[in-house]
């Protein structure tokens, strides 16, 4: 039996569903298209654009009702699954192109960026509640322990990060010894180009 193929563009990010044979992506165009894997061939089950630039990162809430996505236009969106609608907004959440995220609780996301920074908004709030300076460069990935109120963080600089987020600090850093901290390939000096020309938009839009 062959293995089913998704030709859903050029994606930057994939998520599972926690309980449901679905799948998300992120695309370089922005959109965002969800695909039910249930059966033999995969169905498309919704799909949205939320970002005006590539949408860099999807991950759905640990309830898997609603789907969170980060982009090159620095903005931050959440998504009912169902109802393929936005519930909540952040536009100019980062300085900078957002490269990750990482749900944490009920109701909170964690967002890294294309400098290094890590910020934590409550949805609730509508607000950054926390934010670190850890890094010299682009945040690789996030992962969030839900038992310490933890958030591991990997970058380009060859670091990585464990931040307490219950006391707002830095737990421990640690730096791998095997191989040299990774220069940054064309691939990603492209998207840092394409996103510092972007930069100016969101403070342009509050004059």
Not at 4 to 20: K, L, N, Q, V
Not at 53 to 81: H, N
Not at 158 to 165: C, N
Request: include cysteine; aromatic fraction near 6%; glycine fraction near 8%.
């Amino acid at each position: 039996m062959a293995t089913p193929t998704i030709r859903c563009g050029e994606a930057f990010s994939i998520d599972f569903h926690p309980s449901r044979q679905l799948l998300a992506t992120a695309l370089i165009t922005g959109q965002i298209k969800v695909y039910d894997c249930a059966g033999a061939r995969p169905l498309r089950f919704g799909t949205a654009r939320p970002h005006k630039g590539a949408c860099r990162t999807v991950r759905f809430t640990p309830g898997g009702e609603s789907i969170f996505s980060g982009g090159s236009d620095r903005s931050l969106q959440q998504r009912d699954v169902i109802a393929n609608e936005a519930v909540w907004k952040q536009r100019c959440a980062h300085k900078s192109a957002i490269n990750g995220l990482i749900p944490v609780g009920e109701h909170g996301v964690a967002g890294g960026d294309d400098d290094g920074r890590v910020q934590v908004w409550d949805v609730r709030q509508q607000a950054s509640v926390l934010q670190f300076e850890e890094h010299a460069d682009f945040l690789s990935d996030l992962l969030y322990r839900e038992h310490d109120h933890s958030l591991a963080c990997t970058s380009g600089d060859g670091y990585l990060s464990v931040l307490d987020l219950r006391r707002g600090r830095l737990e421990a850093r640690a730096r791998c010894r095997c191989v040299r901290a990774p220069r940054e390939s064309r691939f990603m000096r492209s998207r840092r180009r394409a996103a510092t020309t972007r930069r100016t938009s969101c403070s342009a839009s509050r004059r």
